[in-house]
């Protein structure tokens, strides 16, 4: 198969804390915020899932959802350098609900985040706050997000309506809450067939 008709790779990256803070409670990755982007690209896309290997070989990041990504992927430093990786080879950076905040504090190799003066958006201080977590999370991430991307978060008017952000040419791409999964798998291959890189 030539290089020209291979199905572009996109590695997904779940979780793997299993714990929400003190609490006792579970946690991890979220079934529908990995299924319905996994539905929209596995016809057009070669998947991996959590298998971290060095981002030449792939066409796009996905970070999952689910509360376990605010304790584990938000300060992994193994996560800030792929994501560096695929920032400098100029590769899709794609996250939903929780799951952006493994981009919440990734910074680049010149010091700056990642998300500095780039529209971004994930689960919101006030989605958090009627689900009843707030408590036993390590931070906000609608908080962390907007310091991170200087002012830059996006929110839908109302909580859990689907909401998408589509930043730096398709380069970066962010879903607000479950309901948003979706867009961010559409997002995600709109932007691969911009590239000529799917069918």
Known sequence: MSSQTQQPKVLFVLTSHDQMGSSGKPTGWYLPELAHPYDILAPHTQITIASVRGAEEFDAIFYVGGHGPMFDLAHNETSHKIISQFHSLNRIVAAVC???AALAYAKLPSGKYFLEDTPVTGFSNTE???????????FELETALNEASNGK????AEDYAANVVVARGGK?????????ANGVGEAILTQLRKEGKSA
């Open 153 to 156: 978060f996006e929110k839908a």
């Open 98 to 100: 929780h799951g952006p």
């Open 128 to 138: 958090e706050k009627s689900y009843g977590v707030t408590d036993v999370m390590p």
């Open 172 to 180: 970066v791409i962010t879903g607000q809450n479950p309901a948003s």
